[in-house]
């Protein structure tokens, strides 16, 4: 994040978790998106977000708005139903997978163009490749997680653009953004 004033709280990252884990409850039981009113102007800000899923450590679905669309509660809501439910990498959520489930968030900046790929630094800026009509994104804790180096991460980035691994020495058009991430794990722990 750009400005400490921007990151969330610890309160506030428990209610969006929280938040994140019941619109996929509700949505498994009753096939309907979670309505809750929320009072907090922070949540109601319209900020890009990510809400990515695991089961027993392994990643079981992410999907999420890179751009601020909508109020950030709402983005929680239906990215945590549609990363259950319709990330293509994965079938659909059950209900019995939920005991083993943990919800990471990430609030995104919003994102800006760099000029090449000296600019990107690893473990801070999530990153997204687009080439004609085809774009891809990683967030920055993704490289972090793998062990990545700079040209592995790009590598990966056009992998996921669907464009060849090696296109970002070609060129591309790259944009950075950074975010705040947070998950159930670091709320069990302390």
């Not at 921007?6 to 039981?29: G, M, P, T, V, W």
């Not at 450590?57 to 708005?65: E, F, P």
């Not at 990966?156 to 790259?174: F, I, N, Q, S, T």
Request: charged residues 25%.
């Amino acid at each position: 994040m750009t400005e400490k004033s921007d990151y969330l709280n610890d309160e506030e990252k428990k209610f969006l978790l929280q938040l994140a884990r019941q619109s996929i409850i509700h949505y498994l039981k009753n096939r309907e998106l979670l309505s809750v009113q929320v009072q907090n102007p922070r949540l109601k800000e319209k900020r890009g977000a990510f809400v990515t899923l695991k089961v027993n450590g392994q990643l079981r679905g992410c999907i999420g708005y890179p751009l601020p669309y909508k109020p950030l509660y709402q983005t929680i809501i239906e990215m945590a139903v549609a990363a259950a439910t319709e990330d293509y990498r994965f079938p659909p959520l059950e209900e019995d997978e939920l005991q083993d489930l943990t919800v990471e968030i990430s609030v995104l900046t919003s994102p800006h163009k760099v000029t090449g790929p000296e600019e990107v630094v690893v473990g801070k800026h999530g990153i997204i490749i687009s080439k004609g009509h085809n774009s891809g994104l990683l967030l920055p804790q993704v490289p972090s997680e793998y062990g990545w180096d700079l040209e592995t991460y790009l590598s990966h980035g056009c992998l996921k653009a669907g464009l060849p691994a090696d296109e970002w020495k070609r060129g591309v058009e790259l944009q950075v953004f950074e975010a705040q991430v947070f998950s159930e794990e670091d709320f069990q722990k302390a």
